[in-house]
């Protein structure tokens, strides 16, 4: 199916690719309302693909009773990972006990409403370590005994607003990337929204509008639709820091500091060790955020107050940072401000409604799309009633969460040449959906050119054609993490390979209502 013609009038205008942009959009088509989507940049450019890869229901949380959020969020924990079991998986986390910090009755009180607030089916329940005879405690320094372990996901986080994007535009919606928006408002009834892309001026026309701008959100009140709004959005800086591997077991651990944070050391992309976050005040303008010396130390510190092995700057091979737009309560630190979701609607009589996403987090994207929904369902007679993002896979995800080392198998049995470790890494990435990546292949050669690690021809080729893909960095580091291991050299030609491609292309295609 094409892309509408721009003169038509959509049911929703989605300002924002971020995780809650693509969470509506996906939500709303499903329900057979008409989208568009318009991001500036790529999918999950900003703020969506910074985050700590955790789908969790936040233990912290609770010390400032966000008990609503934090039910919502570890109910979410099973219904994610069933709909998506290629990019989302269990991870057991470690936390020791240490005796300056909360105490042990706390922490244990903390953990039974952790188990027990949000309907855990499959996620194993929390248990007590002793540190001088289980694994976990081999990396860390001699004084901790204790520790208490319990049950989150992990999710790759870019591929997940990718995944919704993709799913939102095969039910029928128009995902735009590389559209910046520069002016809404009301005429005739309907929204009209005029934004750039390819260098050239745009209309679109809609009846509903739905501003996910993340850390914009506040920018396209104030710049695009010139309204203001009783709701403001705090803007709160998270860094994170990747060193090679720090430990051998599988398992993550959750360190409390001095100062009330808590920290996440995780295992990473098989060879390496996440430590984060940070949280400190941004400021009201957003632009790219880079991670402070200031934070990489911080980081570093509180990790070297728990390993034996001693954490420096010099170890850092990557820092990533992100700029988390919190709904402002009035908290005096960051590190309170809520990390719940305020939706905003602003209809004028009745008429021409526009709705504002404040705040959320990953785990809670799909709740908040529901939510949305729910708000806009007056304005939107066509849309069916029914809610079914929580039961419909995303694309890939399409077999149960124990069976992915069948579809490796499956994927080898039909590809007996592959290698093993690439098979793996492809049903981790595109579950399913790798059998597309290796359609028509007998060989590796008929793969194509391998750019680095072990990255193909086909699978760019792919991810440029279903997935939006347009330069190296989407690729190295949003529809995957390969730039962990690529050269300066290798990610230049990846660059140049796919800039041809692009120049080759005699007009932008449309695939399945995607406008490239």
Not at 285 to 311: H, K
Not at 340 to 345: I, K, P
Request: charged share 25%; proline share 5%; glycine share 8%.
């Amino acid at each position: 199916m094409n892309a509408r013609a721009l003169d038509e009038i959509y049911d929703l205008a989605i300002i924002g690719g971020g995780v809650n942009g693509c969470g509506i959009a996906r939500d709303a088509a499903g329900r057979g309302v008409s989208v568009v989507l318009l991001e500036q940049g790529d999918f999950a450019g900003a703020t969506s693909s910074a985050s700590t890869k955790l789908i969790h229901g936040g233990l912290r949380y609770l010390e400032q009773y966000e008990f609503r959020l934090v039910r919502e969020a570890l109910a979410e924990r099973e219904v994610l990972w069933a709909i998506a079991p290629h990019i989302i998986r269990p991870l057991r986390f470690v936390l020791p006990h240490h005796a300056g910090l909360r105490p042990a009755w706390l922490l244990r009180l903390g953990l039974f409403l952790y188990d027990h607030l949000g309907g855990r089916k499959r996620l194993p329940a929390t248990r007590t370590l002793d540190l001088a005879r289980d694994p976990a405690g081999r990396p860390l320094r001699e004084g901790y005994r204790r520790a208490f372990e319990y049950s989150d996901c992990w999710v790759e986080d870019s591929r997940l607003v990718v995944l919704n994007a993709l799913d939102a535009a095969e039910r029928g919606a128009d995902i735009r990337r590389g559209t910046r928006v520069v002016s809404a408002s009301r005429e005739n009834g309907a929204w009209r929204v005029e934004f750039e892309q390819d260098g050239a001026r745009r209309v679109v026309n809609a009846r509903v509008l739905v501003n996910a701008a993340g850390p914009w959100v506040h920018e396209v009140l104030a710049h695009v639709l010139r309204a203001n709004s009783p709701a403001n959005v705090r803007l709160v800086q998270g860094s994170h820091i990747v060193v090679p591997r720090l430990y051998e077991h599988d398992r993550a651990y959750i360190f409390q500091n001095a100062d009330g944070r808590i920290i996440f050391a995780i295992p990473y992309e098989h060879d390496f060790t996440l430590i984060g976050t940070t949280d400190r005040d941004f400021g009201r303008t957003p632009t790219r955020p880079v991670a402070s010396e200031e934070e990489i130390a911080y980081l570093c510190a509180a990790a070297s107050e728990y390993f034996r092995q001693p954490v420096t700057p010099g170890d850092v091979v990557w820092t990533y940072s992100g700029v988390r737009p919190l709904y402002d309560d009035g908290a005096s630190k960051a590190q309170e401000a809520t990390r719940d979701y305020v939706l905003e609607l602003d209809d004028q009589d009745g008429r021409v409604p526009v709705l504002s996403v404040f705040g959320g987090k990953i785990t809670t994207y799909r709740r908040l799309a529901e939510h949305a929904m729910q708000k806009l369902a007056p304005y939107l007679p066509a849309a069916s009633k029914a809610s079914w993002t929580g039961t419909a896979p995303l694309p890939g995800g399409d077999f149960a969460v124990t069976d992915q080392p069948r579809v490796v198998a499956q994927l080898l049995r039909a590809h007996p040449w592959l290698d093993e470790h690439l098979a793996r890494r492809l049903v981790v990435a595109y579950g399913t959906r790798a059998m597309r990546i290796l359609d028509g292949a007998r060989s590796t050669h008929d793969l194509g050119r391998v750019f680095g690690a072990d990255l193909t021809e086909a699978e760019v080729r792919y991810l440029m054609r279903e997935e939006w893909a347009r330069t190296a960095e989407d690729v190295l580091w949003r529809r995957s993490k390969l730039g962990l291991r690529f050269s300066s050299d290798e990610t230049a030609a990846l660059d140049a390979f796919m800039a041809e491609s692009v120049s080759q292309r005699a007009a932008p295609a449309s695939l399945r209502g995607i406008a490239q």
